[in-house]
């Protein structure tokens, strides 16, 4: 087992002193003199806050004083009258002071400090291409950049957010990871985790009285028969991005379909819920094959060659389809097949046309303000873990700021309401479906270069929200909150 991790650290983007103390270095990787409009207007709300702040206890002050301007002066003579003898000073003076005292003390009162662990398993460098290799800080990144959002806003409610990382190689000790976490003061943990560690992690936290927030696991059996009262799923499951796929093609008209499924397990899942959205659509699979895993290089010289000759033949002799369709989680196969199959056929699925929470190339509703932000932090584009990792971060510090409390019973309490939501830059509000608390989201369908369409469909109606019409809805759903 490999296991790291850092230390508790306050994101210092929106500190007072890194705006108002003596210019520091900047962290790795970053510039400091590059300033953003969002930095220029966060100087500004700090300015205008502490004039504020200074001009109201300026005029407490001096109102204090006002009113005991007689009894502070010394006995005294006007025109041969002697006035009044003064009140003793002490008392007078000791309750203005203390007053005083009292007010600055209560400005810099300790904030509400909030712990939020993340666990993540890490995942096969062994891609197709060299640009889908994982990033050292993949999906950490998209919770940091979100724990910065949080403590700007943080910065004017007294609230202070940290974040802890640990990293397990696979098939390491989750839940001691996880224990770690939790004995630290972590109410909160944001996992990227295989179903088995997910659960396991989800009945410890359970009894710490944690919330888990599944950034990471697309599988069914967690929102269904799997499902756990204390577990957020912020990743979308293999149903909503296989219905999302699905509606596009009826959109398309292209009804057949011919399905390549991988040899892996995580393959053989994502296979059946191709299956499932064809018979929900309407949809027909002309035919269905498996594509073995032998292992290899993937990259090699050789390996290139032997894929040019061997997709074609294995896409040949097959009944018409309209499009090809390919269930590849492992990424064994799928970015081979666009423009070497036997007959001129789009792929999609796990390769050509993708269905996605997110991709770097995402630009609409505003999407291009967070991509760039998060240019800026990580030097790379966001993926579609590191902005799932930030919604789960969000949702943290948008709960925190209304209920004013690092309860995480009270933050759930509040998300499963009917007045939470969640913004996350793809034309709509996300919200929890209160049965299996999974996120509502628009599904993205992208080739990587840009956002072809997004699912719901124009025209696929439902009695609640268009959202629903992805992914299992309440009447079939086995899953049992407690």
């Avoid at 179903?195 to 710490?208: G, H, N, P, Q, T």
């Avoid at 199959?341 to 505003?366: A, I, K, Q, Y």
């Avoid at 291009?368 to 993926?383: D, I, S, T, V």
Wanted: charged fraction near 25%; aromatic fraction near 8%.
């Amino acid at each position: 087992m490999t296991l790291t991790r850092s230390s508790w650290s306050i994101a210092p983007s929106g500190s007072l002193r890194h705006w108002l103390g003596p210019k520091a270095p900047a962290p790795a990787g970053e510039s400091s003199s590059d300033l953003t409009v969002e930095a220029v207007r966060f100087q500004k709300r700090v300015s205008f806050a502490i004039a504020g702040w200074a001009s109201a206890k300026a005029a407490a002050t001096t109102a204090i004083l006002r009113r005991m301007r007689f009894s502070l002066t010394f006995p005294s003579t006007h025109h041969g009258v002697q006035r009044r003898p003064a009140q003793r000073r002490g008392p007078r003076a000791a309750l203005v002071a203390a007053a005083i005292v009292g007010v600055a003390g209560a400005a810099f009162a300790d904030p509400l400090a909030i712990k939020v662990g993340v666990l993540r398993q890490t995942h096969s460098r062994e891609t197709i291409s060299i640009l889908d290799i994982p990033a050292a800080d993949d999906f950490v990144a998209g919770a940091k950049l979100a724990m910065a959002d949080n403590n700007t806003t943080g910065q004017f409610l007294d609230q202070s957010f940290s974040l802890q990382d640990v990293k397990i190689a696979p098939g390491g000790d989750a839940v001691a990871a996880a224990k770690g976490l939790l004995d630290a003061g972590a109410g909160f943990l944001i996992a990227d985790l295989p179903a088995d560690a997910l659960l396991k992690v989800a009945d410890l936290a359970r009894e710490s009285h944690a919330l888990v927030f599944n950034a990471g696991a697309p599988d069914e059996r967690l929102r269904e028969e799997d499902c756990r009262a204390n577990v957020i799923h912020t990743a979308p499951s293999r149903a909503m991005l296989a219905d999302g796929l699905a509606e596009y093609l009826f959109w398309k008209q292209w009804p057949r379909w011919l399905l390549v499924v991988g040899s892996h397990p995580e393959d053989v899942a994502l296979g059946a819920a191709y299956e499932r959205a064809a018979k929900k659509f309407g949809a027909k699979i002309v035919e269905k094959r498996t594509f073995e895993d032998a292992g290899g290089g993937r990259r090699s010289d050789s390996g290139v060659v032997q894929t040019q000759r061997q997709m074609p033949v294995f896409t040949q002799r097959a009944p018409d389809y309209d499009v090809l369709i390919a269930a590849d989680e492992n990424e064994v196969f799928a970015g081979y097949l666009p423009y070497r199959t036997w007959n001129p056929r789009p792929v999609m699925g796990s390769g050509g046309l993708t269905p996605t929470s997110w991709d770097p190339s995402h630009e609409l509703w505003g999407a291009q303000q967070l991509q760039n932000r998060f240019e800026r932090m990580a030097h790379r584009g966001m993926n579609a873990r590191d902005n799932q990792a930030w919604v789960a971060m969000r949702m943290i510090g948008d709960a925190v700021n209304r209920t004013k409390s690092a309860d995480p019973k009270a933050a759930r309490d509040l998300m499963l309401s009917p007045d939470f939501d969640v913004a996350d830059f793809k034309g709509v509000k996300l919200t929890l479906r209160p049965w299996n608390l999974q996120l509502r989201q628009p599904i993205l369908l992208t080739d990587g270069r840009g956002t072809v369409s997004v699912s719901p469909q124009e025209g696929f109606l439902h009695q609640v929200t268009e959202l629903d019409t992805l992914g299992l809805d309440k009447p079939e759903t086995k899953c049992k909150l407690d």
